[in-house]
């Protein structure tokens, strides 16, 4: 992955902006070197974006209604989504064996080694882009799960009314 794009400023004279908006403005310029370093990766394998989403959120077994609200997209989105991948075989429907209504997918051994090679390419492009060690990419993720909850229980109460 290629980090050399020098940026046209330095963040040292950002110091005098808030807290806020310099965090702002650095989850902005993570997301968009981290899109654009995962547009260079090249996979040769017909499969979306949508597609590889729901590979990597597949770590474990999951009921396809759950995986449509994780994965924040429609069931009629996911149903064709989960049709392709059963399609590549990189996952399988299983009945979920405590509800015969309901159906798990899980990745196939074919999935689990795509969705590790999609992980380590993430953890690479993560780490080259923000730079952080162990220690601070554990605490980035505390905090931006904290943000995630917050923003699914903001939405979740707007539902409500």
């Known amino acids: 992955m290629k980090c050399e794009q020098i940026p046209t400023y330095d963040p040292k004279e950002d110091a005098t902006l ?10 902005d310029a993570i997301y968009n070197r981290i899109l654009s370093a995962i547009e260079e990766i090249t996979y040769d394998d017909g499969l979306s974006d949508a597609a590889r989403r729901l590979i990597i959120r597949l770590e474990a077994p999951m ?47 074919a999935g689990h080694a795509r969705r590790a090679e999609m992980a380590q390419k993430a953890s690479e492009v993560f780490h080259t882009v923000t730079g ?8 980035f993720a505390e905090l931006t799960d904290k943000a995630r909850r917050n923003l699914h229980e903001t939405l979740s109460n707007r539902s409500r009314k």
């Open 63 to 109: 009921r396809l209604g759950d995986l449509a609200r994780a994965s924040n997209v429609l069931p009629s989105t996911l149903t064709a989504l989960v049709d392709l991948l059963v399609a590549e075989d990189l996952a399988v429907r299983n009945p979920d064996p405590n509800d015969r209504r309901a159906c798990l997918l899980s990745l196939t051994e």
């Open 132 to 139: 952080f060690n162990p220690k601070e990419t554990a605490v």
């Open 18 to 27: 808030s807290p806020e908006i310099r965090a702002l403005l650095g989850v």
